[in-house]
């Protein structure tokens, strides 16, 4: 009975060992196993930010140089020079979205709105006023207003961010439209070979638009005061081409004028922009 018992326990204890030795094992290959692939998330559209903006000019320079005159008597076509003429520009506002690429570059397109108003005036000219008698001369003054409409591209160097404010420093190019008013014009009557026997009289030029070719330089300097929204507050100088600004007006054109009658020079601003930069994800 002994022996049997014995023999019993063995046979139970080498099982026993034989399983601990199974588990452990596989224990061993549960611990040293390969690192399975993880899923990543994947973020849709991380990057993308939508923008608008606001501008107020504190400088505005620009010009034009001179405008076409008619003479009714011969048909003949000459050149005035203005004596003084500037822009006058309002404030400004803007729209669009952008992509942060890096921590270090962001890119965007912006669609802009502007108005202002172009004013010019000539001295003594060598012509008539329109409709009036010959052998007399003729001053104008006058001004237009118009509207300015801007597609522009801009590119962002940020400069690193610093306790919560980042510096930055940009570059733009794209095109306006500028779309004039009539330029409403006094012409006054000066003695010549003749006296002038009218007052001096308002006449109508109808505006004229173009696209023209524009350049801006952005720097300032942004602060994220809410998740995914940021403020920034900096500078822009943005250059117009010059382009067409008004046609002849209806008398010299029933007199037989024909085409453009004055072109400016173009003009540039000196902004102070506030915007606000939203990301989306």
Request: charged share 15%; net charge negative.
């Amino acid at each position: 009975m002994f022996k049997k018992v014995m023999s019993h326990s063995m046979v139970v204890a080498l099982l026993i060992g034989s399983g601990s030795g199974a588990m452990s094992a596989d224990l061993d290959n549960i611990i040293y196993a390969p690192e399975l692939p993880r899923t990543v998330p994947v973020e849709i559209g991380n990057g993308w930010y939508l923008r608008g903006d606001v501008g107020y000019d504190f400088s505005t320079d620009g010009d034009a140089t001179s405008f076409r005159t008619f003479n009714a008597i011969d048909s003949s076509y000459g050149t005035q020079n203005y004596s003084s003429s500037s822009f006058d520009t309002d404030v400004s506002v803007g729209f669009g979205a952008g992509y942060q690429f890096t921590d270090w570059f962001r890119a965007e397109g912006m669609l802009e709105y502007q108005a202002g108003t172009f004013n010019a005036a000539s001295g003594t000219g060598s012509v008539p006023c329109s409709g009036v008698v010959t052998d007399t001369l003729c001053s104008t003054s006058g001004a237009a207003d118009f509207n300015a409409y801007g597609m522009m591209a801009n590119g962002y160097f940020d400069l690193g961010t610093f306790s919560g404010f980042t510096p930055y420093v940009g570059a733009g190019a794209g095109y306006t439209l500028i779309d004039y008013d009539n330029y409403n014009a006094t012409e006054t009557c000066v003695d010549g070979g003749a006296a002038c026997a009218v007052t001096p009289v308002n006449v109508s030029h109808t505006g004229e638009q173009s696209w023209r070719f524009t350049y801006a330089l952005m720097a300032g300097l942004s602060y994220e005061f809410m998740r995914n929204l940021k403020a920034d507050l900096g500078y822009r100088y943005v250059n117009v081409d010059g382009g067409d600004t008004y046609a002849f007006d209806s008398a010299s054109q029933a007199a037989g004028a024909s085409g453009v009658q004055s072109s400016d020079n173009g003009f540039s601003r000196h902004e102070i922009k506030a915007s606000l930069r939203y990301a989306l994800w």
